[in-house]
T-cell receptor, first 114, second 114 residues
Framework: GAGVSQSPSNKVTEKGKDVELRCDPI?????LYWYRQRLGQGLEFLIY????????KSGLPSDRFSAERTGESVSTLTIQRTQQEDSAVYLC????????????FGQGTRLTVV | AQSVTQLDSQVPVFEEAPVELRCNYS??????LFWYVQYPNQGLQLLLK??????LVKGINGFEAEFNKSQTSFHLRKPSVHISDTAEYFC????????????FGKGTHLIIQP
């Protein structure tokens, strides 16, 4: 696609439910990044993929968070047993190579946990 | 670890006036520096970046920034702002040559007053 695509754009879920957020990177981009943006805050780095491998998962906020990526394509971020503090905008970015010199961001998924 | 400080959470300026958005960073290793802009309900767009070479970098929409290693700063400037520049501006840093995600500041909301 022409840009990074994320779905859904908005998600309202009940506390305790699981949610799955999807990111479609720019075709040919080998690296993919997930960030969380809480209201009034900067972006918080969560995890990155080089291909389908995530070298470091220590940025994930808790063990309720997991992510996977199929080849150099779609990635999903899953949050289990959602809590109200998970409410945020989740942004995905992709880069041609994993050097961060030019990251392209999607429009994000706004997650609201009620 | 790196950190980014954006000293002003909000900057109001009159249309056609100059503006400077301040950014300071902390890192024990060489870094790349970035400014991103986020318009309402949109993802982040790269304004400009410093990778190496000239310390004065020019970006889109008439913005420029100057890397000052001794002061660990990367302030963003524009000589004359327009209403359309109203947005959230984020300064970010990453380790030179590293693959981990960007470390962002908390953002500065630029408010253009007519």
């Amino acid at each position: 696609g022409a840009g990074v695509s994320q779905s859904p754009s908005n998600k309202v879920t009940e506390k305790g439910k699981d949610v799955e957020l999807r990111c479609d990177p720019i075709s040919g981009h080998t690296a993919l990044y997930w960030y969380r943006q809480r209201l009034g805050q900067g972006l918080e780095f969560l995890i990155y993929f080089q291909g389908n491998s995530a070298p470091d998962k220590s940025g994930l906020p808790s063990d309720r968070f997991s992510a996977e990526r199929t080849g150099e394509s779609v990635s999903t971020l899953t949050i289990q047993r959602t809590q109200q503090e998970d409410s945020a905008v989740y942004l995905c970015a992709s880069t041609l190579v994993a050097d961060n010199t030019e990251a392209f961001f999607g429009q994000g998924t706004r997650l609201t946990v009620v | 670890a790196q950190s980014v400080t954006q000293l002003d959470s909000q900057v109001p300026v009159f249309e056609e006036a100059p503006v400077e958005l301040r950014c300071n960073y902390s890192s024990s290793v060489s870094v790349y520096l970035f400014w991103y802009v986020q318009y309402p309900n949109q993802g982040l767009q790269l304004l400009l970046k410093y990778l190496s070479g000239s310390t004065l970098v020019k970006g889109i929409n008439g913005f420029e920034a100057e890397f000052n290693k001794s002061q660990t700063s990367f302030h963003l400037r524009k000589p004359s702002v327009h209403i359309s520049d109203t947005a959230e501006y984020f300064c970010a840093v990453t380790v030179r040559g590293g693959a981990d995600g960007l470390t962002f500041g908390k953002g500065t909301h630029l408010i253009i007053q007519p």
